[in-house]
């Protein structure tokens, strides 16, 4: 496992030097074969590698990693860009099974983060948040974002968003049977998820209404 963690950590890290490395190795292939089509490889995986590298071993981690916690020691911007958003690099200390913390780094494109999802959301600095790795090399870390306050408060945020948005539409027109059963589907959605007595009420006051509106 360690080495499978320091190959992914290489490849994720580290794109270009992975795919001068492939053609090196490829090249000797078809060298040592005498088969040219030995390098037709070369192009997909350095590509596959750059397009969902990160996620592979943000997959690998999570599944096979054990959970710590991490602090962000340093954020620089560089003069690099990504959907013309500066590229940030990071430094960070992870805490090891012995209580010790590891020295690691990694920049806004080599982060793996769980769950893997199109987009890329870092800790602020000083903050713990929590960390998958595989022992032996801690260096080698997926953020679990999710699992962060700021991933939990962003998530109970992105939840009262269809909430707000039902509350307009049953505002403007509070008779609409259709507008009504969204906003108490709304309402149930986000009381699975966390228990506010307020919008348990709301969603009884919407049942009588909904009734009504029949």
């Known amino acids: 496992m360690i080495l ?4 992914l950590f290489f490849t994720s890290h580290h ?9 090196v190795i490829f090249c000797l292939l078809s060298f040592l074969t005498k088969k040219w089509w030995m390098l037709l490889p070369i192009l997909p995986l350095g590509i596959a590698n750059g397009v969902a590298g990160q996620f592979l071993n943000a997959w690998f981690l999570n599944k096979y990693g054990i959970e710590s916690t991490a602090i962000i020691t340093s954020d620089t911007e560089t003069n690099s860009t990504l959907n013309e958003q500066y590229i940030h690099d990071y430094e960070a200390i992870v805490k090891n099974q012995n209580g010790k913390y590891t020295s690691t780094n990694f920049s806004t494109t080599s982060a793996s983060i769980y769950p893997i999802e199109n987009a890329i959301r870092i800790p602020q600095v000083n903050q713990p948040f929590p960390v998958k790795y595989i022992p032996g090399y ?3 870390i997926v953020i679990l974002y999710n699992k962060s306050e700021e991933g939990k408060r962003l998530r109970q945020y992105e939840m009262q968003a269809p909430i707000n948005s039902a509350k307009i539409k049953y505002e403007a027109d509070p008779r609409n049977k259709e507008f009504i ?11 699975q998820v966390y228990d506010d007595e307020n919008y348990k009420i709301k969603i009884e006051e919407l049942k009588t209404a909904l ?3 029949e």
Not at 181 to 191: G, K, N, P, R, T
Request: proline share 0%.
């Open 211 to 213: 009734k009504q509106a």
């Open 138 to 140: 801690e260096k080698n």
């Open 181 to 191: 059963e969204e906003y108490i589907s709304a309402l149930e959605d986000y009381v």
């Open 15 to 23: 794109g270009f030097y992975t795919v001068v490395l492939l053609f």
């Open 4 to 7: 499978i963690s320091k190959i």
